[in-house]
């Protein structure tokens, strides 16, 4: 898997975070064919390894006898085409989906793939960590999906490179994080000092779902309205681009490294700085190195703003056993028990506010004092300064767009004029979707 895709990274590096944190993690492998008897059976489409779901599926098939649950394990990126040619072709045996984030909740509800949850939206606000987890699912105030997992972003360091060079940690209290311009100042003095190659580091280089952020914090939005128009071009963003420019301009990030290197980079003592998601508590303590951890930063002036989302899980609107489907739904992401089964294999941040209290707890123990706040940070990220993907006709041709941006400013393109071509460029490609 390419670890800059925008949702599925989370999964990458949460295996590891897995093997580190969580214990019991064997599930069984589902069952093939159809249930005996009168059992109902649910097809069950998703775009992971079959053992990430195993868990969960095991235990709701034992606490529901009459339902049986059978994965469709589609490769990612045949996920989307496939899942657009079989309901698209009259319903294709699907029942509940998994769904991604940005923009496919409100493609497969014009294509009438996702069944209404309304039903389900009050329980499933009242377990959740936060309410904006939940309502991010909707397209035009109607529920269509609801998320069994979550992400968060972090600012990790290695505290003997800042002693090193004589700059004060950042604090790791919740709601003091440091700006931007801090950061960067920091990163200068770290350079200066000579004390690593590499001053800071983003997890993901060029990846919207991590960038986002960024834009947003500096007053530019998301980069695109509701009608499909892409805005990269405005001030907030430009402001957002031009020090992402300056960043490589000045030497403070790498240009030529890629992003599976990065998380090593870090792990190895190779950087000061590193932005990352919750997977860096597993990366970082599996390293010889002492670090520590600190909310994720916003531009001076700006507002707080941390990446977040995962996938979301629906129900097909042509399923003919929509009231199993609703039970296996409710068990993935409301139930605190099956929410933790469900986010358990694949080491990634369950929703659900009892599951997520266990996870945090355990994920902060990790590595003694260096993870301790881990939790707090999350929970208030989560709670108050949440980014999530704009539901917006043709973000599938958006965010590969803004991803190629991204990468041709980092490797020297004039922000300015590489927002307008991708503001020209990528608005018409959305045009022709429509």
């Known amino acids: 898997m390419q670890k800059n895709r925008a949702l599925h990274v989370s999964f990458v590096a949460g295996a590891t975070l897995a093997a580190l944190t969580l214990s019991g993690c064997a599930g069984a492998n589902p069952s093939d064919g159809a249930a005996d008897g009168d059992k109902v059976t649910l097809t069950f489409a998703n775009a992971d390894p079959a053992e990430t779901w195993a868990k969960v599926i095991d235990a709701f098939e034992k606490e529901h006898p009459d339902i049986h649950v059978k994965q469709l394990n589609i490769p990612y990126a045949q996920y989307t085409s496939t899942i657009n040619q079989r309901l698209g072709g009259g319903g294709g045996g699907i029942d509940v989906m998994v769904v991604d984030a940005g923009g496919a909740a409100m493609d497969w509800t014009n294509r009438g793939f996702l069944a209404d949850l309304s039903n389900l939206k009050d329980d499933a606000v009242a377990a959740a960590v936060s309410e904006s987890m939940v309502t991010a699912r909707e397209v035009d105030g109607v529920l269509r999906a609801i998320e069994p997992w979550t992400t968060s972003q972090f600012l990790y360091y290695n505290t003997d490179l800042l002693e090193a060079a004589g700059v004060e940690p950042p604090s790791s209290e919740p709601s003091e994080p440091w700006t931007y311009e801090e950061l960067t100042q920091a990163a200068r003095e770290v350079k200066e000092a000579g004390v690593t190659e590499y001053p800071f580091l983003f997890d993901q280089w060029d990846s919207y779902y991590q960038l986002q952020m960024v834009g947003r914090s500096a007053g530019g939005g998301d980069g695109i309205d509701e009608e499909g128009v892409v805005d990269f071009s405005n001030a907030g963003w430009q402001k ?123 994920v902060s123990a990790v590595a003694g004092e260096a993870s301790a706040p881990f939790g707090a940070i999350m929970e208030y990220q989560l709670q108050n300064n949440a980014v999530h993907r704009p539901i917006v006709v043709g973000y599938s041709v958006f965010e590969p767009g803004a991803n190629l941006m991204f990468s041709d400013i980092r490797n020297g393109s004039d922000p300015a004029e590489r927002a307008a071509q991708a503001d020209k460029e990528i608005t018409a490609q959305i045009e022709r979707l429509k």
């Not at 700085?273 to 010889?288: K, Y």
């Open 240 to 362: 957002a681009l031009t020090w992402y420019h300056s960043l490589f301009e000045e030497g403070l990030s790498p240009r030529g490294i890629t992003n599976d290197k990065n998380g090593a980079l870090f792990q190895n003592g190779k950087a000061a700085f590193m932005i990352s998601g919750p997977w860096g508590v597993a990366v970082n303590g599996a390293g010889d190195i002492n670090w520590g951890v600190a909310p994720a930063p916003y531009f001076e002036g700006g507002e707080a703003a941390t990446s977040t989302d995962s996938w979301g899980v629906g129900i097909a609107e042509k399923t003919e056993n929509r009231e199993a489907a609703d039970e296996f739904l409710r068990y993935l992401t409301i139930d605190p028990t099956g929410n933790a089964e469900s986010a358990e294999v694949a080491g990634i941040t369950p929703t659900n506010k009892d599951a997520y209290a266990e996870y945090a707890e355990r």
